[in-house]
Structure formats: structure tokens, C-alpha cells
């Protein structure tokens, strides 16, 4: 069956890129938010899904592990072609164009225009979860914030001018910065929704992998 024809039916089939992270957390959030999961860990894998998850995790060790298995430029390739991809914190670091604070040989997808900036909260604090606003899930019909924890997690240091800023930090020594952004295809949050039982940013990128 092709992507194309699946993507239009009910429950569309969407990757996990399964080397390292948390990769059950996002399997779980899929499939709460209506659709089928499906680790990938081999190029072949990547073509038969309609979408993929990198998860959160290490990104330095995602990018020495896609080599390893060799998925890195088929990855690269789909992503190129059009597979609608979400990235969570290091998923984002991946997805990213440009890393600030990573090791050099740390290598990068190139599929989302923007600037990161690898444990940028570091200096500041490690850890810490915050009420923020969600362009296009928390702006409608009243919707509640979202509870968005982050875990050594990077901001958006600058987006290019076709990527869409969906989320700031609210307040505190951060205020301000950039911690979700979409590109065409291509979401990605600083943050982890996949551990609050909050399915609502899933839900948006199953959205995306519907049209
Ligand atoms: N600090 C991690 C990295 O550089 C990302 C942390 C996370 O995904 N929770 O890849």
C-alpha cells in the first residue's frame, strides 16, 4: 500500500527512530492520539511509514548511532523528500540546520531552518517543567496551557523567515526564547509532551501526517 493511500485512511502508520531514547513514551503517545507506531531501526523501514518521531535522548549519540546502522542519509533522503517529522529535544537537535554547543563530529538531518542551541538551559537550570501557549492547540476554543517539561533540553537560538514559532518560554530567566517551531512537514519542541500524558502536540503532528 503506498504512503499516500495510507495517509488519507483512518489511522496513519508513523516511525519512532528506535537506536536510543525515549522511545516508548512517544509509541504510547501515537498510539493514544490515533495512530500506529512503528519502531524504525533500518532503512528499509523508512518506506513504508507516513511520518517519524526522533524522540528525546542523546543527540550526539543518535547521530553516531544512525551511522552505525546506516540510516543516517537514507533518513536524510526521506526527510528531503517530504516524511513529516516531529523531533522532541534531542530529536530537534537532530532535525536542526545549525547546533551551537555540540560536539564536532555531531552530525545533523538539515530538514528545519533554525539555530539550536544544545543544553542551553544548562547555565541556568538542568530541569524544570512550565505552563506555556501553543499556537494552534492551546489558542483554540479556550483551550488549557500546556505543561511542557524540559530535561536538558535546547531552545531555538533563530528560525529562518519560513519557520513558524509556536511556543515560547512564558517567564523566568528565559523568558522569551524559542522552544517550538514548525517548518512545512517538520515540528519540533525543546520540550517532552511525550511524558505528560498531554497527547495534544501528537495529536497536532498526526494532524500534519493526515494532510
Ligand atoms: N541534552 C540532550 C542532547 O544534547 C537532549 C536531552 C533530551 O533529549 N532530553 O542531546
Redesign the pocket.
Known sequence: MSAAYRASSARPRIGVLALQ??VREHVHALDAADADAVPIRRAAELDDIDGIII????????SRLLGVFDLFEPLQEALADGLPAYG????M?LLATTILD?RPDARHLDALDVTVR??AFGRQVESFETDLEFAGITDIDDADPMRAV?????WVESVSPDVEVLARVPSGPAAGRIVAVRQGDVLATSF?PEVTGDRRVHEYFVTMVRR
Do not use: L, Q, V
Open positions: 531514547g525515549d524522540p528525546g535522548g542523546e543527540s550526539t549519540t543518535m522532541s529535544c534531542a530529536g537537535i555540540t544544545r543544553n524540559f530535561i536538558r533540553a535546547p517532552h
